[in-house]
């Protein structure tokens, strides 16, 4: 059998370049890709971290796009050459939740997707079902076709907040999803302003022209009442998973909080009275719904600034450094400070 090189989680703390057996198509749906670049995510970190669901010897690696090389019997939307993009999280179609259009919560969704539960995109090839590939314009190319997923969910928030010209918008958290709800913040909103505790991703804010706080060092309720005349923001984006009670400080009486970073190992306490009598507005939501196709239009309309985006394009055989650069120590788990925002593997 033919071979390729592919990282794979072996379990908790291991990640290790090895050779394994190209796949080959067996369902009559799915589609052979020859992966062309793929994102290392945070998600990805917190795998080989043990703090997110996983499946030992399983290649990571859910941010990808490749060329379609091979396709089952009943392909019909894509064709062999065609570059596609891919959402990683498989959905039944069948289960209510995907039957009444909220499809991230699909009851499947935990169990099946790419590059967490099944094989994904840190490999020379990747068999994805069909329905999973989204064909990319040539505006797209090969390094920002790897972010349309992250993109989509982070429109799938966009379509939640529902944001307006004269929001004053706050994001906790400057990592990649920090970075493009920034992004739109500043097409869309009145104002907006960050707080990201890392240097490299402080000056990458900077970069930007945002205005950028360290809540390490800086009282941030103080800050984002100074910077709204008093008010507070009407929308505040949590993008580090651990920063709700601040969130709740820092939104305005009749403002929106968007939980959207993750992390299952916090706990946190709120008085649900003050929920009520400043008629806070907390809206959960998980993943990218039905926003893949939206994601791919921004893109191709340059609707982003993404150049202090993508830090560097790699290959893989130097992909386990890439976690060093992300700020995780491979040898003791350990933490250090990152020098990076988003790094691409080139296959
Ligand atoms: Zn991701
Ligand atoms: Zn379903």
Redesign the pocket.
Known sequence: MEKMKALVFKDVGRLVLEERCIPHVKEPDDVLLKVKNVGI?G?DVKIIEGKHHFKPDTVLG??FCGEVVEVGSHVHHVELGDRVAIDNNIRCGFCSFCRMGLTSQCVDIKTSALGVMRDGGYAEYCLVPEKQCFVLPDEIDDVLGTQV??LATVVNGMNTLLMLPYDYVMILGFGPIGYLFAQFAKNIAAKVAVTEIDPFRISVARQCGLTVWNPNEEDVVKNITEFTHGRKADIVIEATGNALWQALQCVTPGGKVLPFGMDSSIKTEIIPNEITRWATKILGLYLGQNTMVPSIRIYQENRLNMKPFFTKVIPLEEGLGAFDCLGLNLQDLTHHPKSAMKIVMKI
């Open positions: 995510c998600s859910h941010e997923e992250t």
